[in-house]
Antibody
Framework: QVQLVQSGAEVKKPGASVKVSCKASGYTFTSYYIHWVRQAPGQGPEWMGV????????GYAQKFQGRVNMTRDTSTSTLYMDLSSLRSEDTAVYYC?????????WGKGTTVTVSS | EIVMTQSPATLSVSPGERATLSCRASHSVSSYLAWYQQKPGQALRLLIYGASTRATGIPARFSGSGSGTEFTLTISSLQSEDFAVYYC?????????FGQGTKLEIK
């Protein structure tokens, strides 16, 4: 079945970076864009950006420009989201989600906690 | 960026009754509108895409309508498992944006 399996929870100090992975299976890896969405505690979801696994092209929300980098490894069908210069406001659950248009398959999420 | 506004923030409805949730876009998104359900501790689940098309496996009691800037999600006869938070999201262009959600609670 179609699955997106994400890496485990992370605890980081302010100023550090975090890299979250998302391994895709059960479908043709290069046929669907992968989006990254985060959700802070008690808040609504926030779209961070998207990567095209086929060519590696990306699009980022302006809020994260310069701080986020989305990459993929086609040999392992794995996507990565790297967020740098972490601050306490980046504490959230980070999701990868598949979608050509609407987001039809979601990973279970990776909790990232930023705390000194 | 397009701002999505949902109303009400909380909706109290009895099981078996109908629930109507609203979503407004600050600019037209045509029919590029999706609805998601989220239960505590879980990821979002796609319910509706294209404003009115049910996703795979979604019961017929869920229906969506609207186009342009005004959209509605209707749940015709609420079941216990439907009490959750619902989000709308446009995918007309990047950045995609979500509404702040409507919490559907048991009356």
């Amino acid at each position: 079945q179609v699955q997106l399996v994400q890496s485990g929870a992370e605890v980081k100090k302010p100023g550090a970076s975090v890299k979250v992975s998302c391994k895709a299976s059960g479908y043709t890896f290069t046929s669907y864009y992968i989006h990254w969405v985060r959700q802070a505690p008690g808040q609504g979801p926030e779209w961070m950006g998207v990567i095209n696994p086929s060519g590696g092209g990306t699009g980022y929300a302006q809020k994260f420009q310069g701080r986020v980098n989305m990459t993929r490894d086609t040999s392992t069908s794995t996507l990565y989201m790297d967020l740098s210069s972490l601050r306490s406001e980046d504490t959230a659950v980070y999701y990868c989600a598949r979608g050509r248009y609407a987001l039809d398959v979601w990973g279970k999420g990776t909790t990232v906690t930023v705390s000194s | 960026e397009i701002v999505m506004t949902q109303s009400p923030a909380t909706l109290s409805v009895s099981p078996g009754e109908r629930a109507t949730l609203s979503c407004r876009a600050s600019h037209s998104v045509s029919s590029y509108l999706a609805w998601y359900q989220q239960k505590p501790g879980q990821a979002l689940r796609l319910l509706i895409y294209g404003a009115s098309t049910r996703a795979t496996g979604i019961p017929a009691r869920f229906s969506g309508s609207g186009s342009g800037t005004e959209f509605t999600l209707t749940i015709s006869s609420l079941q216990s498992e439907d009490f959750a938070v619902y989000y709308c999201q446009h995918y007309n262009n990047w950045p995609y944006t979500f509404g702040q959600g409507t919490k559907l609670e048991i009356k």
